[in-house]
C-alpha cells in the first residue's frame, strides 16, 4: 500500500471576474466628453457610479472624463463672461 496523496482536482475555469472587466459607459463618457460635453459629464457620472459599485475596470477614464467636461464648462463660463463684458463695455455703434 502506498501512501502518496491522490490526484490533485483538474483546474476549473470560471469567467472573468469583474475586476477584469471594463465599464463600458467609462469608454463612452470619455470619448463623449470630445463630442457633446454635457453628455460625457453625465455619463462619466453614472459610469463612476457603477464602478463603485461593481468594480469593474476605468475609474481613470471616468474620472477623465468628468474632469476633462467640468473644465470645458468653467472655461465656456469664462469665455461667456468676457463676451459680456467686452460687449456691455464697448461704446454702441449707431450709425
Same mark, same amino acid.
Do not use: H
Given at each position: 500500500?502506498?501512501?502518496? *496523496?491522490? *490526484? @490533485?482536482? &483538474? *483546474?476549473?475555469?470560471?469567467?472573468? @471576474?469583474?475586476s477584469?472587466?471594463?465599464?463600458?459607459? @467609462?469608454?463612452?463618457?470619455?470619448?463623449?466628453?470630445? +463630442?457633446? *460635453? $454635457?453628455?460625457? $459629464? +453625465?455619463? =462619466? &457620472?453614472? &459610469?463612476?457610479?457603477?464602478?463603485?459599485?461593481?468594480?469593474?475596470?476605468?475609474?481613470?477614464? @471616468? $474620472?477623465?472624463?468628468?474632469?476633462?467636461?467640468?473644465?470645458?464648462?468653467?472655461?465656456?463660463? +469664462?469665455? +461667456?463672461?468676457?463676451?459680456?463684458v467686452?460687449?456691455?463695455? =464697448?461704446?454702441?455703434?449707431?450709425?
Open positions: 500500500m502506498s501512501d502518496a *496523496p491522490p *490526484p @490533485a482536482p &483538474a *483546474p476549473s475555469y470560471s469567467p472573468a @471576474a469583474a477584469d472587466k471594463w465599464n463600458v459607459l @467609462a469608454i463612452v463618457g470619455f470619448v463623449g466628453t470630445f +463630442i457633446i *460635453p $454635457l453628455a460625457g $459629464l +453625465i455619463i =462619466s &457620472a453614472i &459610469a463612476l457610479n457603477q464602478i463603485k459599485t461593481t468594480g469593474e475596470r476605468g475609474r481613470g477614464l @471616468a $474620472l477623465a472624463g468628468l474632469i476633462l467636461s467640468i473644465i470645458y464648462f468653467v472655461i465656456l463660463i +469664462i469665455v +461667456i463672461i468676457a463676451a459680456v467686452v460687449g456691455a463695455s =464697448s461704446p454702441s455703434y449707431s450709425g
